[in-house]
């Protein structure tokens, strides 16, 4: 069945350091799409990519999305407190949107 | 606008009983989701729907049945509770659109034990 595989599971990093994520499925994605959620509430969606090699920036956020549209990568440049949370991806096959199991993000001040 | 609304937040159950979490969405969305969160695994899609009387399973449908007889409402049922279905479920909507973009909305979530 589809599948997306993201690492790391956990990750803990000093404030300022840079952190990244990464996901990956067996087989070619519509478009994949990135999410927060913080400690306690509920997954809030950040981008979507569509394009084969797109990249796409939101402030210290970098996303990527793979050549083969089967990989995609989430870089955060200079981490604060602020962007502790789970991070996921999640990939598109057809009417169905399958999260990978996440990435949990600790920033120590 | 609300946005997309859970009911209830907390529910303990007892194995074997059966309950409905309910879920509305005031955006006139086509999509609707259901996913549940258990630690380390992710979000694994339930049941899913494109539209008012169309309904498809996810990953994970066995124990839940689901119903879309509005374009506002998508029910969740259990039908007899399991331990195992002790978990966060979250519901989620969102334009139906592929090659646009489809933010999935999400609910507050039900936080649910089962005994």
């Known amino acids: 069945g589809q599948q997306v595989m993201q690492i790391p599971q956990y990750q803990h990093v000093q404030e300022g350091e840079d952190f990244t994520t990464y996901c990956n499925s067996s087989t070619t994605l519509s478009n994949i799409q990135w999410y927060k959620q913080r400690p306690g509430g509920h997954p809030v969606f950040l981008i979507q990519l569509v394009k084969s090699g797109e990249v796409k920036k939101q402030k210290r956020l970098t996303f990527q999305f793979g050549e083969a549209k089967k990989n995609s990568s989430l870089h955060i440049t200079a981490t604060q407190t602020t962007d502790v949370g789970t991070y996921f991806c999640?990939?598109?096959?057809?009417?169905?949107?399958?999260f990978g199991a996440g990435t949990i993000l600790r920033v120590k001040s | 606008n609300a946005g997309v609304t859970q009911t209830p937040k907390f529910q303990v159950l007892k194995t074997g009983q059966s309950m409905t979490l309910q879920c509305a969405q005031d955006?006139?969305?086509?999509?609707m989701s259901w996913y549940r969160q258990d630690p380390g695994m992710g979000l694994r899609l339930i049941h899913y729907s494109v539209g008012a009387g169309i309904t498809d399973q996810g990953e994970v449908p066995n124990g839940y049945n689901v119903s879309r007889s509005t374009t506002e409402d998508f029910p969740l049922r259990l039908l007899s509770a399991a331990p195992s279905q002790t978990s966060v479920y979250f519901c989620?909507?969102?334009?139906?659109?592929?090659?646009?973009?489809?933010?999935?909305?999400f609910g507050p979530g039900t936080r649910l034990t089962v005994l």
């Open positions: 955006m006139n969305h086509e999509y």
């Open positions: 999640a990939g598109r096959y057809g009417n169905k949107l399958v």
């Open positions: 989620a909507s969102s334009y139906q659109a592929v090659f646009s973009t489809d933010t999935q909305y």
